[in-house]
């Protein structure tokens, strides 16, 4: 079993930046590739970036790639989202997600275990 948080969460300006950050309660998190998705309002959701289980390997969504980085401290069981120059249509629910000795899938059906999300709006 696995239990995801995520936090850092929150309202910024366009062109902004937050830290996201997601910890599990895993034994053993190092083999579990991890994810992160959102959804706003009304759509479906969908896939940000990913890590493999062993860090060396990232992976992002077209519409992020360059402003979002995903990493990994697997002695914290921590995965981290940079996101910089944020625009309005980054805002949405950000959710965490881990995948049994995952290489970093951008299909959340692959995904065994999800955080509860966090809340993430930019304001133009």
């Known amino acids: 079993q696995v239990h995801l948080v995520e936090s850092g969460g929150g309202t910024v300006q366009a062109g902004g930046s937050l830290r996201l950050s997601c910890t599990a309660s895993?034994?053993?998190?190092?083999?579990?590739?991890m994810g992160w998705f959102r959804q706003a309002p009304g759509k479906k959701r969908e896939f940000v970036a990913a890590i493999n289980w062993g860090g060396s390997n990232t992976y992002y969504a077209d519409s992020v790639r360059g402003r979002f980085t995903i990493s990994r401290d697997n002695d914290k069981q921590m995965t981290t989202l940079q996101m910089n120059n944020l625009g309005p249509e980054d805002t949405a629910v950000y959710l965490c997600a881990a995948d049994w000795l995952g290489y970093g899938s951008a299909a959340p059906g692959t995904y065994d275990y999800w955080g509860q999300g966090t809340q993430v709006t930019v304001s133009s």
């Open positions: 895993a034994t053993n998190f190092n083999s579990y590739g």
